[in-house]
């Protein structure tokens, strides 16, 4: 197995190789063992058969030694598992958003990303908060894994001791498109973290459009170069006519300010033809008409 890159690696591996070799032993006497008896008392060697009854020092072995071996399993798992709910104070604060079908991440200065950017040899607690359904975060390499729950503010830390990029994947069947939801975690020296951190020239000439669109992971579902995902594509929606089915009920219309507005509010009201319902939330409580105004003047623009 690959070698860890974070301060628990070391715990989590040491159990899981002591569990493993355990069972891995016993998978291997208890085999013989039967294996043995079935030659050993056989018919031809062992016509007739013994009425054995009871053994205390037996009773006693298989009762003490296997009590031992867990408690030995549980010992080196609680050892492994008890520093994870103890936080540092210093550690840096990173709220984890996972929705369908995208993790972000927002830093304690607003700074928001798609992936994970940490220091390496420095503590960091993520925030778990699920935006709809449960979703898992993963981080495989760091031996980490929590889930997001709807309601409870579920938390992690680590501290990534190997600089390097790492996979960060939902380990919780969420959806359609939960493969999609991979990104990555970057581990960085502390200057090039700082850089990274301080600096958001990116998101200060977008649409501000566009950036309510990446946050609300919209562009998981909808393309904007024509190609079909779960959902429309949103090239050249705008102006649009399209054939949608209202309640059973299958008519025409134009994509106006009013129909993305409903299709935002309530998604399932008015579906285009040959894609399927309640696959999107409402997102009523989650814009303001403000914000779905602006996502409509960035769509007029894509072409
Ligand atoms: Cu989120 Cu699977």
């Known amino acids: 197995m690959k070698n860890g890159a974070s301060t628990f690696a070391q715990g989590v591996d040491l159990s899981l190789y002591i569990i493993s070799g355990i069972s891995i032993f016993f998978l291997v006497a208890i085999t013989a063992v039967m294996i043995y008896f079935v030659i050993r008392y056989n018919k031809k060697r062992n016509p007739k058969a013994t009425n054995i009854e009871g053994n205390n020092t037996l009773e006693v072995l298989w009762t003490v030694i296997p009590t031992i071996l867990v408690l030995v399993m549980f010992y080196y798992g609680w050892m492994g598992y008890k520093p994870m709910r103890n936080v540092p104070a210093d550690a840096i604060p990173v709220k984890v958003y996972g929705q369908m079908w995208k993790f972000s991440f927002e830093y304690a200065n607003g700074k928001l990303s798609d992936s994970l950017v940490v220091p390496v040899d420095k503590p960091v607690k993520l925030f778990l908060i699920s935006k709809d359904v449960n979703h898992s975060f993963y981080i495989p390499a760091f031996r980490l894994k929590e889930d997001l729950i709807p309601g409870k503010n579920n938390f992690l830390w680590f501290e990534a001791n190997k600089a390097g990029k790492y996979d960060v994947m939902c380990a919780e069947y969420c959806g359609q498109l939960h493969s999609a939801m991979l990104t990555s975690v970057n ?33 998981s579902c ?82």
């Open 187 to 219: 581990v960085v020296d502390v200057k090039a973290y700082e850089k990274w951190l301080s600096d958001s020239t990116s998101a200060a000439n977008e649409h501000p459009g566009l950036t309510l669109m990446k946050k609300n992971a919209c562009f």
């Open 222 to 303: 909808h393309t904007q170069d024509g190609s079909k995902l779960v959902g429309p594509s949103f090239k050249g929606v705008f102006g649009r006519t399209e054939l949608v089915d209202t309640d059973g009920s299958e008519h025409e219309i134009v994509v106006n300010e009013e129909y993305i507005k409903r299709s935002v509010k309530t998604p399932n009201a008015d579906v285009v033809k040959g894609y399927m319902k309640g696959l999107m939330v409402p997102y009523d409580k989650i814009l303001t008409d403000e914000q779905i105004d602006q996502i409509i003047e960035y769509l007029k623009t894509v072409k």
